[in-house]
């Protein structure tokens, strides 16, 4: 099933990223809120593979009351993320993106608790962490759980910079910071065209990781979730094998297939 007409795969390959409204119904996403409101209570402060808000240990919003900011690894906490992160809809669009073979390269969620200064996360393409890859077929596919703008935990982005390499993270103090600012050397030339779109519940964000981007704060009394599933062609390989994230080369699609959980294991257990 074609999901992306031409004109969105153009703009995916000019701009570097497809904004898919309401791309996922309100049950959807009120299923995944659930999991989410069930696994953050969980997260204490210093598990390995997540991140609190650095700000405050005051207590956060109902949703998630320990602050959590960040969870890698997130298609092992539930099985219903398993299920998105393999959602047809989902790989759908990366099959019309990179072809009929597709396999996972991190499932993560990044969160904005109430009031949360995120300006410490600063402007990055992700490519930079997973270079060397074998060709750029690689890409970030985010589902809002939450109604996020400017200010309140949307998503910026740069049009077009998936196309000018990749610039040098720096990481700086700031005086009063809990936390130094990411930020990219040279970025002053791309700022006028900066644009950060409104995400409602259940729209998704696709873009290339060269794309330079960054998450912003959330002025909200209410927690912000985006689910971060990032995938690849299967012919996009990663050179020195750096990608350590538990759901690394999981097949997810093959010769366009959606494999269900055990199809994807089965092809891992016989080394395809
Ligand atoms: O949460 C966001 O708004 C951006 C997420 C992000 O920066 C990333 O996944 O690399």
Redesign the pocket.
């Known amino acids: 099933m074609q999901l992306l007409n031409k004109e969105q795969l153009g703009h995916y390959e000019s701009e570097g990223y497809i904004i898919l409204p309401r791309f996922f119904d309100d049950a959807e996403v009120q299923e995944l809120l659930e999991v989410m409101r069930r696994i953050l209570p969980t997260i204490n402060r210093g598990t390995l593979t997540a991140d609190h808000d650095p700000w405050t240990q005051e207590p956060g919003d109902d949703l998630n009351p320990l602050r959590v900011s960040y969870i890698n690894d997130l298609f092992e906490y539930d099985q219903r993320l398993d299920d998105h992160m393999r959602s047809k809809r989902l790989v759908g669009v990366m099959m019309d993106l990179f072809g009929s073979d597709i396999t996972a390269f991190q499932s993560?969620t990044?969160i904005?608790p109430p009031q949360i200064n995120f300006d410490y996360?600063g402007w990055?393409q992700?490519m930079y962490d997973y270079q060397p890859l074998s060709n750029f077929k690689n890409a970030?596919a985010?589902t809002y759980l939450g109604d996020?703008g400017p200010g309140t935990?949307?998503?910026s982005l740069v049009p077009r910079s998936h196309l000018v390499g990749i610039l040098q993270p720096v990481w700086e103090d700031v005086e009063g910071w809990p936390k130094k600012q990411r930020r990219l050397e040279g970025f002053e030339k791309y700022e006028p065209d900066v644009i950060t779109p409104h995400f409602r519940p259940g729209d998704v964000l696709v873009f290339d990781s060269r794309l330079m981007?960054?998450?912003?704060s959330n002025a909200d009394d209410a927690t912000k979730i985006?689910l971060?599933n990032v995938f690849q062609s299967a012919d996009c390989i990663d050179i020195e094998g750096k990608n350590d994230f538990h759901v690394a080369n999981l097949p997810i699609a093959s010769q366009g297939k959606v494999l269900t959980r055990e199809e994807s294991m089965k092809m891992v257990s016989e080394g395809g």
Do not use: E, P
Request: aromatic share 0%; glycine share 12%; charged share 15%.
């Open positions: 993560a990044v904005k996360h990055h992700d970030n985010m996020m935990g949307s998503t981007h960054r998450a912003n985006g971060v």
